[in-house]
T-cell receptor, first 114, second 118 residues
């Protein structure tokens, strides 16, 4: 079965500094991977997705992620954090069954200080 | 706003009562999913509809839970005889059945219904 592990439950950065949110995946085949963001009292929003095209995936709001098969990783990065980036981030893998349910990690809370 | 709406946004109920939630997916989307998110955790899959057919149910979905999607449009999730352990955010997502079988399309999530069972 597919699974993802988010290595940090909380990450704290200062505004203007780089962001790194770490995710490792486990999959028996070439996975489809996603990062979703959840702001308080708002729905889940897709940041980016990897579906076996380019290994470096660019998303919204300046985020990007790199798929590394050798390391089974899909880390999320952003060069410069903004206060509005403070939220919960989920690394997600698509199940390999026909109906493609999503399997979520436990989440990483990003805190951005002024 | 993704275009997926859920109603109500919040529900407080007493243990033992029945509750029903509604999800309206994006209009052309034929796939609909329900997930449950408890505090401090990521969402977990509950059930899946393709058009009006319920094709998959998680073991998390006990006999007290029932979901429907009449006519393949909106969906309802009912919980009978609620328990305190049912307190969670219930999320709905929708997407299109991909034209290419191997393709994975984006699931668009609604804002969720937060259930509190007292």
């Amino acid at each position: 079965a597919q699974s993802v592990t988010q290595l940090d439950s909380h990450v704290s950065v200062s505004e203007g500094t780089p962001v790194l949110l770490r995710c490792n995946y486990s999959s028996s085949y070439s996975p489809s991977l996603f990062w979703y963001v959840q702001h308080p009292n708002k729905g889940l929003q897709l940041l980016l997705k990897y579906t076996s095209a380019a290994t470096l995936v660019k998303g919204i709001n300046g985020f990007e992620a790199e798929f590394k098969k050798s390391e089974t990783s899909f880390h999320l990065t952003k060069p410069s954090a903004h206060m509005s980036d403070a939220a919960e981030y989920f690394c997600v893998v698509s199940d390999d069954t026909g109906f493609q349910k999503l399997v979520f990690g436990t989440g990483t809370r990003l805190l951005v200080s002024p | 706003d993704t275009g997926v709406s859920q109603d109500p946004r919040h529900k407080i109920t007493k243990r033992g009562q029945n509750v029903t939630f509604r999800c309206d997916p994006i209009s052309e989307h034929n796939r609909l999913y329900w997930y449950r998110q408890t505090l401090g955790q990521g969402p977990e899959f509950l059930t899946y509809f393709q058009n009006e057919a319920q094709l998959e149910k998680s073991r998390l979905l006990s006999d007290r839970f029932s979901a429907e999607r009449p006519k393949g449009s909106f969906s309802t999730l009912e919980i009978q005889r609620t328990e305190q352990g049912d307190s969670a955010m219930y999320l709905c997502a929708s997407t299109l059945l991909p034209q290419v079988r191997s393709r994975v399309d984006t699931q668009y999530f609604g804002p969720g219904t937060r259930l509190t069972v007292l």
